[in-house]
């Protein structure tokens, strides 16, 4: 059953309803992340400096999208997605306490990688019952590598058939985010003047 904009809709268990956005969140949203990123890459920080600074970028990212494609807000639960969007930076704790794997020297782990979606894709494959919270943690992660490859020294997507970090310029990052602005502040004004009218 597709869901009706803004109305009650029958529900996949564990699926939320439509989320509500207020006009003004993705473009606060929007710039607390450019302002997140703009300090990161000031200068070189220690790295529990980085992640308190990296962390709540990639939530408000992974929230922004949500918020920009509302279909895909209903269909996964929400609080997965945002685990997912960040739980899988904890593959940098044995990075630093014992140095390994990695792809590339100075990159980041090899769990940044493509092949782990596809694990936690296909664990939903086979685990029916879980399909929709594992679905969440997939979306959160594609979501925390699209930020990963826009940074640093982007991620070994294609690992292991490749090793080479995959990049693309901090501009384009910037770009993706400004485009879902534009439209989840335009689905809210649009939804704002339906709940007026």
């Not at 936690?120 to 969440?136: D, K, N, T, Y």
């Not at 070994?156 to 490749?162: M, V």
């Amino acid at each position: 059953m597709v869901p009706a904009a803004g109305g009650s809709t029958a529900r996949h268990r564990g699926a939320r309803p439509p989320m509500r956005v207020a006009p003004a969140w993705p473009v606060l949203a929007l710039l607390v992340v450019l302002a997140l990123d703009a300090v990161k890459a000031a200068r070189a920080w220690p790295v529990p400096v980085v992640g308190v600074l990296d962390e709540p970028a990639h939530l408000l990212t992974a929230w922004l999208v949500l918020a920009a494609v509302p279909a895909l807000a209903v269909r996964v639960p929400l609080r997965w997605v945002l685990v997912g969007a960040v739980a899988i930076d904890l593959d940098h704790l044995p990075l630093y306490a014992f140095g390994g794997p990695v792809a590339e020297p100075d990159g980041r782990p090899v769990t940044h990688s493509a092949l782990t979606v596809l694990l936690i894709l296909a664990a939903a494959r086979v685990r029916p019952r879980h399909r929709h919270l594992l679905l969440g943690l997939a979306t959160g992660l594609v979501l925390h590598l699209v930020r990963d490859v826009a940074g640093g020294p982007g991620i070994p997507l294609l690992w292991p058939l490749a090793d080479a970090g995959v990049r693309v310029p901090y501009g384009v990052l910037a770009a993706v985010l400004l485009f879902a602005t534009t439209v989840a502040t335009t689905r809210a004004l649009r939804a704002r003047r339906g709940a007026d009218g």
